[in-house]
């Protein structure tokens, strides 16, 4: 299984940016949409942490208190890809941003339900 992450920039606060995760492979004997995406961010000094979730067929999400009603996750199981609308953007969202498969299907919140990740793209807001 392999995550490709892509979209990452250097932004003023304020602005927009679409992150994408395009995923190949398979999981378990399991097409790799059957499986919940994520997304997680690492700034500089601090640890990985969760960002956003959504389930195999996108009918549940889960944000981080600090992105909701910024940030949107949405998939396209027909394309196998994984996107993260990103509007608002603060200086506080700089980070590189790491898509995830889960090793089910849900909208999982914790880094221990993601066993493959993508190499990240990193995020930069100006102020």
């Known amino acids: 299984v392999q995550l490709q992450a892509s979209g990452g920039g250097l932004v003023q606060a304020g602005s927009s940016l679409r992150l994408s995760c395009a995923a190949s492979g398979r999981t378990s004997g399991r097409t790799f949409s059957n499986n919940g995406m994520g997304w997680f961010r690492q700034a500089p000094g601090k640890e990985r942490e969760f960002v956003a979730a959504?389930?195999?067929?996108?009918?549940?999400?889960n944000y981080a208190d600090s992105v909701k009603g910024r940030f949107t996750i949405s998939r396209d199981r027909t394309k196998n890809t994984v996107y993260l609308q990103m509007n608002s953007l603060k200086p506080e969202d700089t980070a590189v941003y790491y898509c995830a498969a889960a090793r089910s299907s849900a909208a999982y919140m914790g880094r221990d339900s993601y066993s493959t990740w993508g190499q990240g793209t990193l995020v930069t807001v100006s102020s």
């Open positions: 959504i389930s195999w067929n996108g009918g549940s999400t």
